[in-house]
């Protein structure tokens, strides 16, 4: 048995010193502007709509729907940038407010981190 787990180890490890020479260059992974990576996403949006998802047991209970007024770097071409939150209250979210929102990409769609979101432009002086 310790002869399979050595095998199999041996095989891990020379497969993990290949992938440098794959031609994967690290350089192409990360986006130039701001040392944002290339799944990163940074926009100004204004929330529209908060609500309440009707999914049960779900960690991110909440809807935020944003009107989008600028993309500050990364891509994204939609009028309208959706994400869920645990709670809206705790991020500080309100309707009608601007908002700079961090969103990376993931296999179905971004994830936001809801304590990374800021108040931008004359909502944040209104505060």
């Known amino acids: 048995m310790r002869k399979i787990w050595a095998v199999i180890l041996g095989l891990l490890l020379m497969g993990a010193n290949q992938l440098p020479s794959l031609?994967?260059?690290r350089?192409?992974?990360?986006?130039?502007?701001?040392?944002?990576k290339a799944d990163e996403l940074v926009l100004v949006g204004t929330v529209t709509k908060i609500y309440?998802?009707?999914?049960?047991?779900?960690?991110r209970?909440?809807?935020i729907v944003t009107r989008v007024?600028?993309?500050?770097s990364g891509e994204f071409s939609g009028g309208t940038?959706?994400?869920t939150v645990h709670s809206p209250s705790r991020a500080g979210l309100q309707?009608?407010?601007a908002y700079v929102i961090k969103a990376t990409r993931t296999g179905d769609g971004y994830v936001v981190n809801e304590l990374s979101l800021k108040l931008s432009g004359?909502?944040?002086q209104s505060k």
């Open 81 to 83: 940038f959706t994400f």
């Open 27 to 36: 350089a192409q992974a990360e986006s130039s502007d701001a040392g944002l």
């Open 95 to 97: 309707v009608n407010r």
């Open 52 to 59: 309440p998802l009707s999914t049960p047991r779900r960690r």
């Open 23 to 25: 031609g994967f260059n």
């Open 61 to 63: 209970a909440w809807a």
């Open 122 to 124: 004359p909502d944040l």
């Open 69 to 72: 007024d600028s993309v500050v």
